[in-house]
């Protein structure tokens, strides 16, 4: 059963970046489906992106398009959210999780990670 620990999040200024990690163990992240999720307070958890296991294809959610890249090292067995341009929007914990297919929804998500908290001040 892979395992998830999410880190790199922290205090950062709008419009700067962060890099965040989702370290997996236990099996190959490269045989799943990685999605990165984020959840503010009052707010329900979103998608951001993921990075698919067949083909390594990448999508992202409309309102982190264009900022964010989400990338897999597979010698690391390691995801990586990179974000650039932030703004304060963007503030939460971030989540990554696994799917053994092809994480068509949150649901299809198996495995998650506890999350590391971004917060973007103005």
């Known amino acids: 059963q892979v395992q998830l620990v999410e880190s790199g999040g922290g205090l950062v200024r709008a419009g700067g970046s962060l890099r965040l990690s989702c370290a997996a163990s236990?099996?190959?992240?490269?045989?799943?489906?990685i999605g990165w999720f984020r959840q503010s307070p009052g707010k329900e958890r979103e998608f951001a992106a993921v990075?698919?296991?067949?083909?390594?294809?990448?999508q992202y959610a409309e309102s982190v398009e264009g900022r964010f890249t989400i990338s897999r090292d597979n010698a690391k067995n390691s995801v990586y959210l990179q974000m650039n341009n932030v703004k304060p929007e963007d503030t939460a914990v971030y989540y990554c999780?696994?799917?053994?297919?092809?994480?068509?929804?949150?649901?299809?998500?198996?495995?998650w990670g506890p999350g590391t908290q971004v917060t973007v001040s103005s």
């Open positions: 999780a696994a799917d053994r297919s092809l994480g068509l929804n949150q649901q299809s998500f198996r495995y």
């Open positions: 236990g099996d190959t992240v490269s045989r799943y489906t």
């Open positions: 990075i698919r296991w067949i083909g390594g294809t990448t």
